[in-house]
Structure formats: structure tokens, C-alpha cells
């Protein structure tokens, strides 16, 4: 039982080997920094940039083509600077330098607010968003691979962020400013993904973890609200992943092993230095341990994901880039395995994800930059569900969905003041359903027939972008703009404005603040099972935020922000008017059920308070200190507000870490929130039927207790010559709290009880 398995590795060890030769120990190693310093407003290479490791006597400037190598650089762990004159100076945290390898760092320096001929203008550890004035964070890769608790996760990352609940150790749906997992979007080197996950939720956008391999990984930019409009069909945040390059002088390799699995890298060079290819393969081994040591009386698990990066320069101003992503996933309990675990289903789930696309980029110097990608995803299910306590059939489910999608987003430079994005995207969507729910009754305990979706479903996705970026004052920035999008489908069409500004008051204080219109149509799953769904209105949400944020120090930045949500058009299902319908994969099933007709004009509510605490390591400690106070809330078919299964109320977390020495760290996270709402058991309608009812007079009255856990982390660093080792030992829940994960009706029992979370 796969429940068994993470608890055999409650503490776990990790092991990364990276290799470019034989392994041969001497007291004394060395490897190099390469990379490119690029004006972030043009990507154009800045020539005669200084770049300098700091409390080091080490350095240099950057050439022609804004690139630079550092050699000689002794094993550790530094802050790389970048100055440039007219320019705000950029400190890089978190690069770490191992033997005999080179480590690529790119650089985009921002232009800034005072001009001043021979000054080089002083900066800080942490560099905007461009795309979000208010509620964007930004993680490494080493901030990533080093996070108690998140495996390598990068949607476990972000849930240390205030903005984000953490609801459920078993999945790392985000659940962002009381919005639902549905409301997420990724994109990975500006290509949407649907979901970046392994055992994706159809129609939303969580997993079991994460597919992306955090090796690839050049940086995140997690944005919570106010994003730009260049992202659309999305209501809640944007996370964006940049791929790093792979290494264009010699070819590397690495092995490596944790709690999801094992798997390696390779990199290496393409035409002499034209280009370069990274690709990497994992692989989870619960089902090999299995084969040798009884966990249980079904298979656990399995899954396994391939990816790739390749990127080639057609000249100095314009470049080709290709990724492609694939991950395969089985799982098969069978009704023993179901009944030991608190299952209450049992079955077969199999699902395939695929995405690639190509991306070119093009330079025109002072004027700006165009960027057009084409990607194309696919995800095929395969799940069959019987109820533990009776053996009655709930879900077949044979399902293809697949997309393809043009998108092409640029930058105009009009003058020091004056600059102008825009562009606009084309999506082919072609979902293809043989869906069959069982007849059993539904939530409320009310008889729910048999039902079955076959049929393919079609349509285009149009949307075009703009946002116009002024400065009447050095020291403000205003942002105006909105996107259009129409999906044929259903024939919806709709405008949606945005404005954002940024006032500078001092060198260290900004004050932000952002609104706009937000729309997302609803999930194909839905609006497929009923012809009449067709012709109901796009989920929107007003969104408003205001926010300061402040230095403190030079490594460290105290934000706090305000913000509020008004949803507008969110479906209601008739058959039962008193649940919030989007919310069915937060408290019932991990997929939709079937439903008739839905009627619309559903309305929420989500505003809360944040306070964001982050100290970068600039040199041997770093941390983070989050909390949020928040409401959200929906009105029901029948006018009655009543608090989401998202309203845990309030968040704690505070994450940080200390390194010794360059061989050792130490770190921890702990997280403490509230308790989730639930609707308790009918008692009598439960037992007669031996099937969880709810109890439609208390929807979301009662609450679970109040979430907690502590994650620590030991990590050890390995040097020889020409290769590497980091071995790290990771504790999840280090004081064993019993935390629930859920309350369900136990079949066996006929009884309530209690899921506990790891």
C-alpha cells in the first residue's frame, strides 16, 4: 500500500552525483562561472558589465556579446554582482560553484529610475516582475533543491508563500487566495501547460508531484494576483518556469536519487558552441521495492517522466529553442489495498501527459524584442473506480485531451519613458470523452442515475494583448492595458482591462497597487456533459490589491499587501443549490461527477491581508516568515453566504536555513493554519445506505483542527576533482502531529472516521 511506502520513508535520503570525469580527491577544488548580462527591457547583451563574486578578489567584465567566464573559482557557495552604468546592480544569491563543472548565470538588469551619467546605481538581492507589480515571488534553483519538505516540488516551494494554503500533504494543489487548484496557470519558457504534475486532476491543475525536474530549472516567478495581461484564462495566479540552458562547452552528466525516485541529466554542446541539448529521465521504484519486500497487498504507484531542452543561435540577435515533457503514471489498488488504506474507491488509474513546443526569439536592439512559441500538449486518462463498501462501478473514464497553441508576445521601446507590450495567442483544442458515471446518489444524499459522455469536443481559443508602460515621474511607473479572448466553443467573447502602478518613495520603499478584470471558461469536463453548459457565462473575478514593501537591510525585504476578489458567473448545479460546484474535487471526489444542466450567476468573495518576510543568503543564512489572514466565501443557489472548503482563516510559515561551512546546512519549514471547513455526516441517511451523505443543514458548519508540521533537513556536500555528491537526510512532520487530511464515511465501519495526512 502506497501509504505504507511514505512512511517507510518518513525520513529519507537523497543522493546527486554529477560527473564530467574520474573521481580523484585532493584538498583543493576549483570550477568556473559563465553567462550573459542582457538590458531586461530589450534582452540586448550589455558589453563592459562588471560582474564580481563578492568577498572574493574575483571578477570581470562582460564582452561584445554581454558574455563573460570566470575560471579558477574554488568550491562553494557565493553572491554574484552585476553593475552596469544607468543601471540598477543585481545581486545573485545561491550560486554555487562545484569541481570541475561551469555554472551559468544570466543576468537582466534593469534599466534605472534615475539616469545619471557615470553612476551606477545601487540595487538590492531581488529582482521585479515585469509581468506583476503586487503578489509575485521569484525562487532559484538551489532555493528550490534545497527547501525542507518539497522534495523538489516546485509547487511545494511556493506553498512557504502566504498567498498560497497548504490544504493537503498528499497533493500539492495550490490553493491561491482562496481560490480553487482549477485556477492556476504554467507556463514553461512562456508554453502553457495544463498541468505540470504526475496523477493529474482533471479539469484542475493539482497533482500527486511535480514533473518538472528541478535540475532544469534556471528560475521560478510565482505571481498570486495583479498579473499582467499577457496571461490569460485564468482567474487566481501564474507560475513561470524558465528553463536554463544546457552547457555549451563540454558534455556532463548527473546521477541522482530521493523520495520520488530515481533518474540522470546529461548536457552538452551543439554546433561548436552554437547551441546545446539538456535532457534528463526518471523513474519512481516503490514497485520494485515491492517485487522484494511485502508493503502491502497491491502494487504501490509507479510513474516516470522524460524531458528535454535544445537551443541553437541562428545569429547573435535570434535563437531557436525546443522543450519537450513527458510523464506516464499507474496506479492500481485493488479493494484490500482500498479497505487498509481509508480508500473509498479502488481501481485502475493510468495517465499519459505530453507537451513539447518551439520557441523563437528575436532582438532588435534598442527598439525591444519579439518572443513566438508554438506548443502543443496532450493528456489521455484511463481510470476505472468501484466503491469500496458496495463493488458499484462510479467512473470509467477513457478521455484524450489535447491542444495546440500559437502565442507570440513582444516589446517596443518608444522612448526612455514609453514602452508597449503586446501580442496575441490561437489555441486548437480537441477533447475527445467516453465518460460513464455510476448511479449512486449524490452529495446530498439525492439519486443520481447512470450517465455517459461520448463525443469530441472542439474549438478555438483567440485572444490578443496589450499593455501600455509610462513614466511621468522617474520614480512611478504606470501600467495600462487589458486582453480580449474569445473561445468558440461556447461563443463567449469579453474584454478584460488591468491597470497596475508603482511608486518608488524611496530607495529602499515602494508602494503598488493593482486592479483588473480576470476570466477563465470553464473546464471542458463540465460543459461537455450537457449541451444547455454551452451557454452559460465565463467565471470572472475583479481583482483588487495594494501593497508596500520595504528593505531591510541589504539581503532582506518586509512586504505587505491587501487584496480582495469578487467572483462573478460561477455555475451552480440546480440538483443541489446549496454546494459551490467548482469546489467538488476539494471535498468530495479528486474528479468532477456527472451533473445536468448547470445554471450560472454563482458568486464568491476572497480578501485577506499578507505580511511576506524573505532574507536571501548573502552569506551563510537565509529565511522566510509569512502570514495571512483571509475570508472566502460564496453565495448559494438559494442567496445564503457560506464559507468555501478553502477557508482555512489564517497562515503562519516561517522557512530558513544556515550553512556552516561550504560542505554543510542545516534548515527547517514550519507551517501552521486553520482548520479546513466540512459539512458533516446525515447520520441516518450515511448508515442506510452505508455511504457518506452530507448533511445539507450544516454545509461547511463544522471545522477540522488546525493544520501543523514541521519539516528538518540535514545536507552534506561531497568535492572531489572532477565530480560531486550531495547526500541530504529530510524529516517530514519531525514531532509527528496527527494532522486530518479529511473526514469520510468508513464502509467497513458503517461509521465516521478520519484520513490523516503523512
Known sequence: MIKNCFLVFYAYFFLVISFSGKVQAESYYSGSIQGIVLDRDTQSPLPMANVILENTALGTVTAGDGRFLITGVPVGHYVLRFSYIGYETLRRTDVVVKSDRIVFEEARLKPSAVRMDGVTVRGGYFADSED??????????????????????????????????????????????????????????????????????????????????VDFIRDVTFMAGGFSPAYGDRLSSVMSVDFREGNRDRHEGQVDMNITGFGAVGEGPLGNGKGSWLASARRSYFDLIAKVVDIGSTAPPNWGDIQAKAVWDLSPRHRLSFIGITADDHNAPDRDAAIAGDMLYYGSQDTRESSAGIGWRGLWGSLGFS?????????????????????????????????????????????????????????????????????????????????????????????????????????????????????????????????SAAWRVTDRTTLSSAAGLYRQTLPMVLMSQNAENRKLKDPSALNYSLGVSRMVGESARLSVEIYRKEYRNFPMDPAQPALFLLDEQEYRYTYFTSHGPLAGGGKALSQGLEILLQKKMARNFYGLIGASWFRTRYRDGLGVWRDRVLDVRYLLSAEGGYKPDRNWEISGRWIVEGGAPYTPFDADASAALNRGVMDGKRINASRLPAYHSLNLRLDRRFNFRTSNLIAYLCVWNAYNHKNVQTVFWNPVTNGPDKVYQW
Open 132 to 213: 506583476a507589480p503586487v503578489g509575485a515571488a521569484g525562487f532559484s534553483y538551489e532555493e528550490i533543491r534545497r527547501a525542507p519538505g518539497s522534495a523538489g516540488d516546485v509547487s511545494r516551494i511556493v506553498m512557504s508563500l502566504p498567498s498560497v494554503a497548504k490544504v493537503n500533504d498528499q497533493t500539492n494543489k495550490l490553493i491561491v487566495r482562496g481560490g480553487s487548484s482549477m485556477e492556476n496557470a504554467y507556463y514553461v519558457d512562456d508554453i502553457e501547460i495544463p498541468n505540470i504534475n504526475h496523477f493529474p486532476a482533471q479539469g484542475a491543475s493539482g497533482g500527486a508531484m511535480g514533473i518538472l525536474n
Open 371 to 499: 518572443n513566438v512559441t508554438l506548443g502543443w500538449n496532450s493528456t489521455r486518462y484511463r481510470e476505472k473506480w468501484d466503491e469500496t463498501g458496495s463493488g458499484i462501478p462510479v467512473l470509467r473514464n477513457r478521455s484524450i485531451e489535447e491542444s495546440i497553441r500559437l502565442r507570440g508576445r513582444n516589446r517596443l521601446i518608444l522612448g526612455p519613458s514609453l514602452s508597449v507590450e503586446f501580442g496575441a495567442e490561437a489555441g486548437r483544442f480537441s477533447n475527445r470523452y467516453r465518460t460513464g458515471y455510476g448511479a449512486l446518489t449524490d452529495a446530498l444524499g439525492g439519486v443520481s442515475d447512470s450517465s455517459f459522455v461520448d463525443g469530441t469536443f472542439t474549438g478555438w481559443k483567440l485572444g490578443a494583448f496589450a499593455t501600455v508602460e509610462m513614466k511621468p515621474h522617474p520614480l512611478l511607473t504606470l501600467n495600462a492595458g487589458g486582453r480580449w479572448d474569445r473561445f468558440t466553443f461556447n461563443e463567449n467573447s469579453a474584454f478584460s482591462p488591468r491597470l
